[in-house]
T-cell receptor, first 113, second 111 residues
Framework: DAKTTQPPSMDCAEGRAANLPCNHS???????VYWYRQIHSQGPQYIIH???NNETNEMASLIITEDRKSSTLILPHATLRDTAVYYC??????????????FGRGTQLTVWP | EPEVTQTPSHQVTQMGQEVILRCVPI?????FYWYRQILGQKVEFLVS????????KSEIFDDQFSVERPDGSNFTLKIRSTKLEDSAMYFC?????????FGPGTRLTVL
């Protein structure tokens, strides 16, 4: 079952940063934090993942607290196309074990003009 | 950018019929997965596949389901005798040692 807690919905103005929180207080030492998003009924889209350190790529930044019990996904300049359901998932690294991804309900992010 | 592809995009079938959903994973990936999403519900894991065998399956993946990698590029999900409750979006995914990348899905409608 999903080991994360996310707010069901959030709003953000276009051009502003969207900060999506996630609690994962029972995360184990070798579990990663993954973020995906899903636009309408399209396939989930990988955004970013991390273990301990903060990560940044062309899509987003991931901030993981020092105790690893929570994280924040940051979309630095949200656009209307970022409107989607965002999923925070904790899971083992794909290469070390072939465990499943547990998708919860996620956060519906709505970006408004 | 390489991507996972799935065919068909929409499949309509009669209850009790067999269906095969096809996927072409990203070419250098070694781990393959099927997930499904019933309308309005969560994305659910079905099965993972590595080195030509199933490595994990969920309670949903019963004897009516099977997977196969018939050649070096395709990865298929077969449902032997479809039920109404099999109606859903089916997503294929693949990964190397990093994150899973998902295809666009096949919408299966069982009448």
């Amino acid at each position: 079952d999903a080991k994360t807690t996310q707010p069901p919905s959030m709003d953000c103005a276009e051009g502003r940063a969207a900060n999506l929180p996630c609690n994962h207080s029972t995360i184990s030492g070798n579990e990663y934090v993954y973020w995906y998003r899903q636009i309408h009924s399209q396939g989930p889209q990988y955004i970013i993942h991390g273990l301990k350190n903060n990560e940044t790529n062309e899509m987003a930044s991931l901030i993981i607290t020092e105790d690893r019990k929570s994280s924040t996904l940051i979309l630095p300049h949200a656009t209307l196309r970022d409107t989607a359901v965002y999923y925070c998932i904790v899971s083992f690294d794909r290469g070390s074990t072939l465990g499943r991804l547990y998708f919860g309900r996620g956060t519906q992010l709505t970006v408004w003009p | 950018e390489p991507e996972v592809t799935q065919t068909p995009s929409h499949q309509v079938t009669q209850m009790g019929q067999e269906v095969i959903l096809r996927c072409v994973p990203i070419s250098n990936h070694l781990y393959f997965y099927w997930y499904r999403q019933i309308l309005g519900q969560k994305v659910e894991f079905l099965v993972s596949f590595y080195n030509n065998e199933i490595s994990e399956k969920s309670e949903i993946f019963d004897d009516q389901f099977s997977v196969e990698r018939p050649d070096g590029s395709n990865f298929t999900l077969k449902i032997r005798s479809t039920k109404l409750e099999d109606s859903a979006m089916y997503f294929c995914a693949s990964s190397d040692s990093g994150a899973e990348f998902f295809g666009p899905g096949t919408r299966l409608t069982v009448l």
